[in-house]
């Protein structure tokens, strides 16, 4: 956790920018203390779109962060300036995460923190991002992409996504969505999730499933089948399923795997509560099976991951008081 800095220069955009301090700029010591402290970054006065901002300290200062957020780019085509390149990969060879929203990837991709990794961007800049750095494996079509210090995401709504995992990350899906709810976002959609459905959204008050959702959300201790969710709609099954994958880009049996995976984190991280009851609560029936289904969609066991998520971890949560202050 500890400090967040955001670097800020001419030629960035303004939407991530804001977004990153909105979630971790605004004091919610309230749900979770201590909370991130942020500074803003940059040559003094800078202009970012149709606004001027006056930074908090230099970019030198990136080096002495604990993770920083590059928002995006505004034009792919100009490369990004040599002092922020600098900038940001000092601080990731000084240990800091660097995470970046939407086009920042070209910033990352710039200072060499993509090599070899895999990366993603908005699907409209995806081909330029790999065409000019053929060293990066960029995939287009998720919503963001995590490899431990660097992570990347793709356009505004997938930017929120990603702030709100690193959330995750630092404080547990418990405190991750009440950020959410705070904000109004979905708390959760996985980084793999395809970045936009060719089917438009339904509006939300001609949404079918607008009731089903917390419906079933309320229930996930029911062994409830794709029958019953196409009855609590009065529709098909056949036609439940295309109405869910154009509203989630996925089916309903996936979508329920999801969410049950989601409570199970949630009382890992919150409860004592044995495996066996978590499989109970979650409907998985058995701890067995709820082992055999977190494994492969989290990556490790349910055990693993309360243990990884109840430790202490020193130097995390205190920020370093050295940064933004003068030399």
């Given at each position: 956790m500890g400090t967040v800095a955001i670097p800020v220069t001419d030629g960035m955009l303004h939407f991530e920018l804001s977004l990153a301090y909105e979630v971790f700029g605004?004091?919610?010591?309230?749900?979770?203390?201590?909370?991130?402290?942020?500074?803003?970054?940059?040559?003094g006065v800078i202009r970012v779109g149709r606004f001027r901002l006056e930074s908090d300290c230099g970019l030198d200062q990136l080096s002495r962060a604990d993770t920083v957020i590059v928002p995006a780019w505004a034009d792919v085509d100009q490369d990004p300036p040599a002092e922020l390149v600098d900038a940001v990969r000092a601080a990731h060879e000084a240990g800091a995460r660097v995470a970046a929203l939407c086009t920042g990837?070209?910033?990352?991709?710039?200072?060499g923190l993509l090599d070899g990794r895999r990366a993603t961007t908005h699907w409209a800049h995806a081909q330029v991002l790999a065409t000019r750095y053929p060293r990066v494996e960029v995939?287009?079509?998720?919503?963001?992409?995590?490899?431990?210090?660097?992570?990347?995401?793709?356009?505004?709504?997938?930017?929120?996504?990603?702030?709100?995992?690193?959330?995750?990350?630092?404080?547990?899906?418990?405190?991750?969505?009440t950020v959410a709810r705070r904000l109004v976002v979905p708390p959760h959609r996985a980084g793999g999730q395809a970045q936009f459905v060719s089917s438009p959204v339904p509006a939300q008050e001609n949404h079918p499933l607008a009731e089903l959702f917390p419906w079933a959300i309320e229930r996930l201790d029911h062994p409830l089948t794709v029958e019953d969710l196409a009855?609590?709609?009065?529709?098909?099954?056949?036609?439940?399923?295309?109405?869910?994958?154009?509203?989630?880009?996925?089916?309903?049996?996936?979508?329920?795997?999801?969410?049950?995976?989601?409570?199970?984190?949630?009382?890992?991280?919150?409860?004592?509560?044995?495996?066996?009851?978590?499989?109970?609560?979650t409907g998985m029936g058995t701890a067995t099976t709820l082992r055999r289904h977190f494994n492969r969609t989290v990556g490790?066991?349910?055990?693993?991951?309360r243990r990884t998520f109840r430790s202490s971890r020193p130097g995390l949560g205190s920020p370093r008081p050295d940064v933004g202050a003068p030399r």
């Open positions: 605004s004091d919610l010591s309230h749900i979770a203390d201590p909370w991130y402290r942020v500074v803003t970054c940059g040559p990837a070209f910033v990352l991709a710039a200072a995939d287009p079509d998720v919503l963001y992409v995590d490899n431990g210090s660097v992570l990347t995401s793709a356009g505004k709504a997938a930017a929120m996504d990603l702030c709100l995992h690193l959330v995750r990350l630092d404080h547990g899906s418990a405190i991750a969505n009855r609590q709609v009065t529709m098909s099954s056949r036609n439940l399923g295309r109405h869910f994958r154009s509203v989630t880009g996925t089916t309903p049996l996936q979508w329920l795997l999801t969410q049950r995976i989601r409570r199970a984190q949630e009382l890992l991280e919150t409860t004592d509560d044995s495996v066996d009851a978590i499989a109970e609560a490790v066991p349910p055990d693993t991951y």
